[in-house]
């Protein structure tokens, strides 16, 4: 378990539990008990194979249509003209409970851009083997505790606050990873290890194959101090043999060591998370590090329960661009809509702030209004756009002044299955853009999903 703060969360009326971000973390074991919630698809939540036996199978899918504008897209770097398209996603899954100790996952993709000027990963992917793996529980924990799971296969992955390793949900393809995962509790202690690869995606048909000159280790401990507080260490070896930084390229291997302190009290919540890295990159010594900060409170007694919340984030850039070090932090698999759902940063070489105001005009409504400011941590780097893209022109040039964007973002649970989101965003680039030939961007989304 991982604890977040959930303050700005869309709350949910009691009955059949939520679906998770996780669709294999579902359990429907519950439907064994002749549970009646009259939801039209517990019928294929829990599907009994033979009589008398464990075993069952859960069924389950997700439809989105995402609409996006951006004016320009990137900036209007290289020229770019304005982009409006729709993200279509589509995907299926099975889950064969074959015993206590066994059973395996499979999904299915389809995702499509139409309308987008040059499609390609990670918005087109017209189907793919999302997920497909096997779970192995070794009859070894505690009583009370959950049995160790051994998983190996393609799968879905995402650490703590997903700044480091996420499952890039905005941009339409989800990212996966084939290898091995161990996951094992003990009282308030989870640990995960993992050794993957990433997958990589190309827009056909079954053609994305592991990306062999990539791979991600490492241990991810979470310990639970209370109810809604928790600590999370971990360590993460990463290694990239086609890796560029700012008009470097070479060989990458990477070593990340973090802390985060996350949780919530009388109406304050908090995630706080430090991290440092080291390795070599082309011969080089990389020597890297960021920290980041969401703090908030929730009025729970005023009318709408605001929430005032505050972001900080600091990663560092490359003070000696082709010296004896890279200092160009990483963010590896981090949500590429990071800093908002424009999603036009990375986070590496930057400073933002960002305050925010969160309501809640009913309890499955949230409006969010935020102003972030953003600079280079040095100058002597480059300004990075998503995925992790050094602009031509800016390093050691210009001002430190990135720009600051004003976004709006509106989330409406309706029921169980159906979520609808909206997104407005402008940015105002500083001098350290403009000087590329970078102009503002207005961007625009809508995005309603369906789960079942």
Do not use: C
């Not at 320009?72 to 304005?82: D, I």
């Not at 890796?243 to 070479?250: N, R």
């Amino acid at each position: 378990m991982v604890v977040t703060a959930a303050s700005t969360a869309i709350a949910q009326d009691a009955g059949p539990p939520g679906y998770k971000l996780f669709r294999y973390d579902e359990d429907y074991r519950y439907l064994a008990k002749g549970a009646e919630n009259g939801d039209f698809w517990d019928a294929i939540k829990y599907v009994p194979i033979g009589r008398d036996t464990p075993v069952y199978l859960s069924l389950g899918g997700e439809l989105r249509e995402r609409v996006e504008y951006y004016s320009p897209f990137s900036f209007g770097l290289g020229r770019a003209p304005a982009d409006a398209y729709v993200l279509h996603r589509l995907l299926l899954h099975g889950d064969l409970h074959a015993s206590e100790y066994f059973r395996a996952f499979l999904q299915f993709g389809s995702y499509f851009a139409i309308s987008k000027n040059n499609p390609a990963a990670p918005y087109e992917d017209r189907l793919d083997l999302q997920q497909a793996f096997v779970d192995f529980r070794l009859p070894l924990a505690l009583p009370g505790d959950p049995m160790p799971t051994i998983r190996f296969g393609r799968q879905e992955i995402a650490l703590g606050s997903q700044r480091i390793v996420a499952i890039r949900d905005a941009p339409n393809v989800h990212r996966n990873f084939d290898g091995f995962r161990l996951i094992a509790s003990m009282g308030n202690i989870r640990i995960d290890g993992l050794a993957v690869h990433p997958v990589f995606q190309n827009v056909g048909v079954f053609d994305n194959p592991s990306a062999w000159d990539q791979g991600l280790w490492g241990l991810y401990g979470t310990v639970l101090l209370g109810s809604r507080v928790g600590l999370d260490v971990y360590y993460l070896g990463f290694d990239n043999r086609r890796a560029a930084f700012a008009g470097s390229a070479g060989q990458e291997t990477r070593h990340s060591i973090g802390a985060r302190f996350s949780g919530g009290f009388s109406g304050f919540d908090w995630d706080w998370e430090a991290l440092w890295q080291f390795g070599t990159f082309a011969g080089r010594q990389i020597r890297a590090w960021t920290a980041s900060s969401n703090s908030g409170y929730t009025f729970a007694d005023v009318p709408w329960t605001p929430r005032i919340g505050l972001k900080a984030d600091i990663a560092s850039g490359d003070e000696t661009p082709g010296g004896s070090t890279v200092g160009t932090f990483n963010a590896l698999f981090p949500k590429l809509a990071y800093f908002n759902q424009a999603a036009l940063l990375a986070p590496a070489n930057v400073v933002d702030i960002h305050p925010s105001v969160t309501v809640k005009p009913r309890k499955d409504l949230a409006i969010t209004v935020g102003w972030d400011f953003l600079w280079r941590q040095t100058t002597q780097d480059a300004v990075y756009v998503a995925p992790f893209t050094a602009v031509p022109g800016t390093a050691g040039r210009g001002s430190a002044f990135i720009g600051h964007q004003i976004a709006l973002e509106v989330t409406w649970q309706l029921d169980r299955h159906i979520t609808l989101e909206a997104s407005y965003v402008h940015f105002t680039v500083g001098d350290a853009l403009r000087a590329a030939g970078a102009s503002d961007v207005d961007f625009a989304m809508f995005a309603a999903t369906y789960k079942f």
